[in-house]
């Protein structure tokens, strides 16, 4: 099955992206991730719009997934989480592939902010966790698995995030349009193990 996560940050896609591709067998593709992760002479080219939560330009995004989409475990399928984040690479996604099902998990601004304000990341083992709303950390800025320093991501500043929202509702919401009945729409202020039952059900339906 190939899946889509939409939703504005700190919805929780990231989240469900993440246990959906435990529960179906299929990698799980983090682009934002994918893009941090990227090595060699790209990577400052790659920071300097990361940084400044600006989307990094579509033919580079494109070559990057496309590479990674070419791997075998993808053959079976894959969930892509933060793209395609505008028509443009809907468009170049399509020529490539075709999608089974989008999932989109909604949440207003203000609450996207809140959480964002709050989320921290293990520097050594990557567990993710928000000061502000849950999974907490047992001592702040301890990370609870492993005891590595949590930190902020660079891209996680209330003006940053605020240009990620405006560049979601401009350029990303206007795309779901195009999935019709292929689209799943959730709440995304329930609980993750509620959102989580609620996906696959619809998953099993459609
Ligand atoms: P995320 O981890 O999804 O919040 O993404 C973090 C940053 O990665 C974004 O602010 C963009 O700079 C970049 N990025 C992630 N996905 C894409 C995409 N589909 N196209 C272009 N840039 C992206």
């Not at 990361?50 to 070559?63: A, H, R, S, W």
């Not at 399509?94 to 099902?101: E, G, H, L, S, V």
């Amino acid at each position: 099955m190939k899946l889509l996560f939409f939703g504005p940050q700190g919805s929780g896609k990231g989240t469900q992206a993440v246990v959906i591709s435990q529960k179906l067998n299929i990698p799980h593709i983090s682009v934002g991730d994918l893009l941090r992760g990227t090595t060699g002479v790209l990577k400052i080219e790659l920071d300097s719009y990361m940084n400044q939560g600006k989307l990094v330009p579509d033919e580079l995004t494109i070559k990057i997934l496309k590479e990674r989409l070419l791997n075998n475990d993808c053959k079976k399928g894959f969930i892509l989480d933060g793209f395609p984040r505008n028509l443009n690479q809907l468009e170049m996604l399509k020529n490539i592939t075709a999608i089974d099902k989008a999932i989109e998990i909604t949440l207003t601004d203000d609450e996207s902010i809140k959480r964002i304000s709050g989320r921290v990341t293990c520097e050594k083992c990557k567990a993710g966790y928000n000061e502000l709303t849950s999974p907490k950390p047992q001592e702040p800025g301890v990370c609870d698995v492993c005891e590595g320093k949590l930190i902020r991501r660079s891209d996680d500043n209330p003006e940053a995030v605020k240009k990620r929202l405006h560049t979601y509702h401009q350029d990303t919401e206007p795309i779901l349009n195009s999935f019709k009945e292929k689209l799943i729409k959730i709440n995304g202020i329930q609980p993750i193990e509620k959102i989580t039952q609620e996906i696959l059900e619809k998953l099993k339906k459609k």
